[in-house]
Each structure stands twice: as structure tokens, then as C-alpha cells.
């Protein structure tokens, strides 16, 4: 990634001076899609769950719960659009994650809507059938040592 498509990107989640003072953010989402079935949980059914990651120790959690080679693209305003990547969770199946609805949180900028898409090795994806939906409902930002980034 060039450094001028890095600070457009910067820019646009909300600006270096937000992330400079960040220690880390908690986002209420809903993870939901047929994958799932295949590993035992209910069909039909979405999960809630608090993803909570420290930005200085560069660390996520899914509580209670839920893994690389990654392509990501972005658009002309430098917010994220897709990540190509391997999911192992889904048996190492290439995928196509889908980003929209940005929306932002105390000036953090973040896609609300991912969906994830079995992709074809030609990078071509069926958006008709998401494996994977999420939906994030909120972020807090924690932003000093005070605060417990914890689930």
C-alpha cells in the first residue's frame, strides 16, 4: 500500500490525531450466515457478540467466542470496500469481504455491514449468497489506560 493511499486511509477512519489517541474500542455486532451450520450451530440464527481490541498490544477478542494472507481494496474516499483473504474457520475457503454502511463513532469511521463470499481462484465472487453477515450496532472508543479494554 502506498503511503499516500495509507494517510488517505488514516484520513478517513477518522484522522491520525483520533488513532494517535486510542487504546482501544469495543463494537456490539451480530455475526450470522449458513457457514455456521456447518459447525454445529443453529441454522437461521445470528450471534452476538462484543469484539474488543487493544490497539497498543494489537489484539482482538470475540466474546463470547469466534482468524491469513489478505488483500484489501479501497475506495476513492480511502474507506475500505473488500479483504480477500483464506478463512480457516470455513475449512481455508478464499473468500470476498464485503464492507459498507460506514458509519462513524466519536469520529472513528466504520463499516457496519460485512458480508463474506465464497471466492472463485479468478477473484470472482457469487454476491447472492453470503457465507458470513455482520452487523456492528456500535463502537465505544476507549481512548486511556483508565479504561479496561476488556469483553
Known sequence: MSD???????????????????????????IGGPIWATKGWPPEKTFDQILTLDTVREHIVFSPF????????????GSQRRMD????????????????????????????RRRVFRRNPD???NLNLPSITLDIHDVELVHSDDEQVQP
Do not use: C, Q
Not at 493511499?5 to 451480530?30: F, N, P, Q, V, Y
Not at 469466534?66 to 474516499?77: G, I, K, L, S
Not at 475457503?93 to 469520529?107: E, K, N
Open 4 to 30: 499516500e493511499l495509507l494517510d488517505l486511509a488514516i484520513a478517513t477512519a477518522g484522522g491520525r490525531e483520533l488513532w494517535d489517541t486510542l487504546r482501544g474500542l469495543k463494537a456490539d455486532i451480530s
Open 66 to 77: 469466534t482468524r491469513p494472507d489478505r488483500r484489501m481494496v479501497f475506495d476513492a474516499f
Open 85 to 112: 483473504y483464506v478463512a480457516e474457520v470455513n475449512g481455508s475457503t478464499l473468500v470476498g469481504h464485503y464492507t459498507g454502511r460506514h458509519r462513524s463513532f466519536d469520529g472513528l469511521l466504520v463499516a457496519t
Open 123 to 125: 477473484n470472482s465472487v
